[in-house]
Structures are given as C-alpha cells and as structure tokens.
C-alpha cells in the first residue's frame, strides 16, 4: 500500500514537472501558476525530506544558488524606495524559491527526469519556431508579397532567409497580432538551452528512430539560432560546437557530425542565410567592440551601449564597495544619461529606461563587490560541481549563461529567469546527488 502511495506522488510530481516545462508557450499568468502548483505540491507531499535533507546537507548548496540573489534583495534596503526596490524584484523571485525547492523537497533528480523536462521543453519551442515562422510568412506576405502564401514551404524559407529577423518581424508586428515574446535575444536563448537539451536526449536515448529525431531537432534549432540573429546567442553556440565533438567518443558519429554541420554551413551559404547579418546590427557590435578597444566615443554611430557601459562603469567607480541598491540603479543610469547627453534609445532621445545591459555591471551596480563576487562563486561552484560529476551538459548550459550575461540581464525578465532558474535547480540536483552516491 505505501508503495503504491509513492508511486502515485512520483508519478504526479512527473506530470507536474511536465507541465511546468511548457511555460514558454503558456501566458506568463498560466506558466506562474503552473510553477506555483509544482512548488506547494512538493512542499506538502515530500514535506518529510527537508529536516532529513538540511541535516545532511545544511544551508551551503542554498547559499550557493542563492547568495548572489539575496544580496540583491538586502541591497533593496539601501534604496530610496525599498516598497518599489523590493516590487522590483519579484519577476525574479524564482531565483531564491525554485533552488530552495529542488534542495529540500523535491525527490531524486534522475536522468529519466531531465529527460522528461527536456521533451516538454524542446517541444515548446519546436512550436514557438512553428508559430513565428508562420507569422513572418504571414507579415511578409501582407506588406511585401502577397504571393508567399501560396510558395512551397521551402520557397518560404528561401524567401524569409533573404531578410533579417527584426525587419520581418516588424512586418509581423506592425499588420498582425503576435502573442508571443518577440526579443531575439531570449527566444534565441530558449533555443540553444532546448539544443543542449536535445542533444542531452540524444545521448542518453538507446532507440535510432528517437537519436535520429533529436539530431533533425537540433539542426532545426541552430538554424533558428542563426536566423535570430542573437549575436552572443550565436557566438555561444559557435563557442560550444567544439564540445559536441569532445562529448561524441564514436569516431564514425564524430566525423557524420563533422560532415552534416559543413553541409549546412554551404547550405547556409547557398541560401543566403548568412548574407542577413550584413546589417546595421552586425555593424553597430563590431564598431561598439573597436570604440571599447580603442575608449573612443567619437566613433561614427556608435553603437548606444558603449554610452551605457560607460555610465555603468563610471557609476561603479563611485560606489563599488556596496553599491547604490538594486532599486537605485536605473535612476543613477538615468541621470548619468541626462547629465552626459548620452542617447541610449531608439525611440527616447535621452534619459531612457534602457539598463545596464550587461548583469555583472548590474550587480556590481546593485549591490558592489559582495554581489559580484556571490554571482561569480556560484558559477566556480557550479562549473565545479558539473566537471566533477562529468555532466557536460550542465557545463554547456552554465556557459549560455556565462557568455549571456555579458549583454543582457537575462536574470531580471521571466524569459531570462525561468530557464535559468529550473533547469539549473534540475541539473545542479541531479549532479549533487550522483556525487553524494559515489
């Protein structure tokens, strides 16, 4: 009987997991209920394994986890306005309850798990590139070609390689109703995790007709990857290529790996793929990277966020030993803004809402050294923790971030947080454990 009883938790802790991997195409509303029922649920079912679980671990893996988000939240105490401060950070409150969760309550993170999260996540984004290539054929089509609708679903593909993703989505944005997130860089975030995600699948699946399926998945993602136009997306993935050939020990899948990843690097460059990143985008980073280099501001068009880094960075030199508080920070970058005549946005001239755009300034910005620090010893526990345990996966996927988080605060936006939030609670649980067994 009480085995039939933990049987039955498990199996319904499994549909939940299932259910809260979906959250990329649920309404944000859906998707934090979701996630609030997974929590409750595993606070009142497996209630009994905290005191077991603090008693052998106490608080240190928290404190890893969550060190630098705590940090944050005291750092609220030194704004202006802590009620707002402390508003502002629930979008990212997953940040401290999802590890506090997965530590002490949840059961064993198995591979079986991960796998199981990983198909309702890779399939949720199979469906956003489903939906969004849909939509910019639709777009296109209205202000452009009236034509494309009827095309082969080939000549669509042709047709939208041509052009740029922002241009066609604005085509998109600007005739239909889209409903979901349109920011390159976190829908391109969500397809490289749901490519090491797939490529986790398909190393540990045994069926061909199933390793056959997540390899046509995953060249699915790079090309959506590329056509997104997420430069550091990009360079992330062209920086973790090389350790798909380092994971793959059969030399005959290693050089079929080797082949197909040239074949669509010349499909790529036949269809014109790759002639789409000749754009004012590719443009403004390269100058942005050669105005750093050289610290000139002068530089024709300079790309805005080298006006950012450098009032980031200025501000920093102020006050970097405790910050200005994680709720003062966008009012000091404002002011910075309007007191050096910066222009920081497309659409606002001056003094806009535009942040730090890079969260280790964010959090050096926040909350000083102690926060900086907190973020960077997560990442050396983490990366530790993973090579340890062998989890090359779990490398990969602290990478996206590591690299990430260099252009944008991926950790203060849902799109940023959930996936940072979950699948890093799932891999760091599932490596603790293995190791604690050895």
Same mark, same amino acid.
């Given at each position: 009987m009480l085995t039939r009883i933990n049987n039955s938790k498990d199996s319904l802790f499994n549909l939940l997991l299932l259910l809260v991997s979906f959250y990329p195409i649920l309404?944000?509303?859906?998707?934090?209920?979701?996630?609030?029922?997974?929590?409750?649920?595993?606070?009142?079912?497996?209630?009994?394994?905290?005191?077991?679980? /603090?008693?052998? +671990?106490?608080? *240190?893996?928290?404190?890893?986890?969550?060190? !630098?988000? #705590? &940090?944050?939240?005291?750092?609220?105490?030194?704004?202006?306005?802590?009620?707002?401060s402390v508003k502002g950070m629930k979008s990212s409150i997953l940040l401290l309850i999802f590890p506090f969760i997965v530590i002490y309550f949840t059961p064993k993170v198995t591979i079986k798990r991960i796998q199981l999260f990983s198909i309702?996540?890779?399939?949720?984004?199979?469906?956003?590139?489903?939906?969004?290539?849909?939509?910019?054929?639709?777009?296109?089509?209205?202000?452009?070609?009236?034509?494309?609708?009827?095309?082969?679903v080939l000549d669509k593909i042709y047709y939208l390689s041509q052009y740029p993703y922002e241009f066609a989505v604005s085509k998109s944005l600007k005739h239909l109703n889209?409903?979901?997130?349109?920011?390159?860089?976190?829908?391109?975030?969500?397809?490289?995790?749901?490519?090491?995600?797939?490529? /986790?699948?398909? +190393?540990?699946? *045994?069926?061909?007709?199933?390793?056959?399926? !997540?390899? #046509? &998945?995953g060249l699915i993602f790079i090309t959506a990857i590329f056509y997104f136009q997420s430069n550091t997306t990009v360079l992330t993935l062209l920086v973790l290529m090389p350790s798909l050939l380092f994971l793959v020990r059969n030399k005959r899948l290693k050089l079929l790996l080797i082949v197909t990843l040239l074949v669509i690097s010349v499909i790529g460059f036949k269809?014109?793929?790759?002639?789409?990143?000749?754009?004012?985008?590719?443009?403004?980073?390269?100058?942005?990277?050669?105005?750093?280099?050289?610290?000139?501001?002068?530089?024709?068009?300079?790309?805005?966020?080298?006006?950012?880094?450098?009032?980031?960075?200025?501000?920093?030199?102020?006050?970097y030993f405790l910050g200005y508080g994680a709720g003062d920070v966008q009012s000091e970058l404002n002011n910075c803004y309007d007191e050096n005549n910066y222009v920081v946005s497309e659409y606002r001239s001056i003094g806009s809402e535009i942040n730090t755009h890079n969260y280790y300034l964010y959090m050096l910005l926040s909350s000083g050294f102690l926060g900086l620090g907190a973020i960077f010893y997560f990442f050396f526990k983490s990366f530790e923790l993973a090579i340890i345990g062998k989890n090359y996966f779990y490398v990969m996927f602290l990478m996206v971030f590591v690299i990430g988080l260099l252009t944008e605060n991926l950790l203060v936006r849902m799109m940023g947080v959930f996936p940072f939030a979950i699948i890093n609670g799932l891999f760091y649980s599932n490596c603790r454990s293995l190791r604690d067994e050895q």
């Open positions: 309404k944000e509303a859906l998707a934090s209920t979701s996630l609030i029922i997974f929590i409750v649920f595993n606070i009142l079912v497996f209630k009994d394994n905290f005191k077991k679980r /603090y008693e052998e +671990f106490g608080l *240190k893996p928290f404190m890893v986890n969550t060190g !630098f988000y #705590i &940090i944050l939240l005291i750092s609220c105490l030194f704004s202006d306005n802590i009620i707002l309702g996540y890779i399939t949720s984004n199979l469906v956003l590139i489903i939906y969004f290539f849909q939509i910019l054929v639709k777009g296109m089509a209205i202000d452009r070609n009236h034509r494309l609708l009827e095309a082969n889209v409903i979901f997130e349109t920011h390159q860089v976190y829908l391109s975030l969500n397809f490289l995790i749901a490519l090491i995600l797939a490529i /986790y699948c398909f +190393f540990y699946v *045994k069926n061909v007709l199933a390793k056959l399926s !997540f390899s #046509i &998945i269809a014109g793929l790759f002639k789409i990143y000749n754009n004012k985008n590719t443009w403004g980073n390269i100058k942005l990277i050669s105005a750093i280099l050289d610290s000139d501001s002068e530089k024709q068009d300079v790309d805005k966020r080298f006006f950012i880094y450098k009032c980031a960075i200025f501000l920093a030199k102020q006050n």
